[in-house]
């Protein structure tokens, strides 16, 4: 298992723009469930990407278990928003999930995903079939692996997503508001998962801008609005929410 530790994170998109954020620490532990909550332009989704290695802080450092994140990259997988997916390209639900593997080989070499490694490892292919079955079922899509992607409802869709990114060899999971458009029943079924994947040991933190009741499920909660504003279990949280200042977190039913 690994630990992601973020120090002093500062992050502006240009120079001569503002930062977008400011001395951020955060830190996720193995086998946790974290919600990482605030409004919309609070820089939660830039987070992650930094977090996952996409974009480099301007300043501050991010380790993983004492290696600089560029050493354990391969660690952390990021999640993106459902709406940044093209749900119309001709592929199978199957297809969708396979092509999380495609950066990572089981060959010697380490190399990525290519046709001759898997000529030369023969039973590399074999691993990655019963990975993608395995994941498949994980989440609850086995019976949906021959579904075109235009054919999921939202909450398939975003099992899917979640299976696709599963897929890669990280034990940290940074999801981007992973509820967002999902209606109550697929809210709580999307959460059941990524309650029992963070008790079989994998780490993940969920961004949201919304405050429901569903942050009871969470080990962790981390308000963010461009700097942490606060951080401990949803009952401290909840017990500080008069002195946050933010007025953009509202009980919305979001993830109930």
């Known amino acids: 298992m690994a630990t992601l530790v973020a120090e002093n994170l500062t992050f502006a998109y240009t120079k001569k723009?503002?930062?977008?954020?400011?001395?951020?620490?955060?830190?996720?532990?193995?086998?946790?469930?974290?919600?990482?909550?605030?409004?919309?332009?609070?820089?939660?989704?830039?987070?992650?990407?930094?977090?996952?290695?996409?974009?480099?802080?301007?300043?501050?450092?991010?380790?993983?278990?004492?290696?600089?994140?560029?050493?354990?990259?391969?660690?952390?997988?990021?999640?993106?928003?459902?709406?940044?997916?093209?749900?119309?390209?001709?592929?199978?639900?199957?297809?969708?999930?396979?092509?999380?593997?495609?950066?990572?080989?089981?060959?010697?070499?380490?190399?990525?995903?290519?046709?001759?490694?898997?000529?030369?490892?023969p039973n590399s292919w074999i691993n990655k079939c019963c990975e993608l079955e395995a994941t498949m079922q994980r989440v609850g899509i086995a019976n949906l692996a021959n579904r075109r992607l235009d054919s999921l409802s939202g909450g398939q869709q975003q099992r899917a997503l979640l299976a696709k990114t599963l897929m890669s060899p990280a034990k940290i999971f940074l999801l981007d508001e992973p509820c967002a458009a999902l209606d109550p029943p697929a809210k709580e079924?999307?959460?059941?998962?990524?309650?029992?994947?963070?008790?079989?040991?994998?780490?993940?933190?969920v961004s949201s801008h919304d405050w429901g009741k569903s942050l009871n499920n969470y080990d962790q909660v981390i308000v963010l609005d461009k700097s942490v504003l606060a951080v401990g279990s949803p009952d401290q949280i909840k017990d500080q929410l008069e002195e946050i200042n933010i007025s953009s977190i509202k009980e919305n039913n979001s993830c109930d």
């Open 17 to 121: 723009s503002k930062p977008v954020l400011n001395k951020v620490s955060v830190e996720i532990k193995p086998g946790t469930l974290t919600a990482l909550v605030g409004p919309n332009g609070a820089g939660k989704s830039t987070l992650l990407r930094i977090l996952q290695g996409q974009n480099t802080p301007d300043k501050g450092e991010i380790k993983i278990d004492d290696e600089n994140l560029y050493r354990s990259r391969s660690l952390v997988a990021l999640m993106p928003q459902r709406s940044s997916m093209n749900w119309k390209f001709p592929i199978t639900v199957e297809k969708l999930v396979s092509l999380g593997q495609i950066k990572y080989s089981k060959s010697r070499s380490k190399n990525p995903f290519q046709i001759k490694a898997l000529l030369a490892y």
């Open 189 to 205: 079924d999307f959460l059941k998962i990524v309650r029992q994947l963070a008790d079989a040991g994998l780490s993940l933190l």
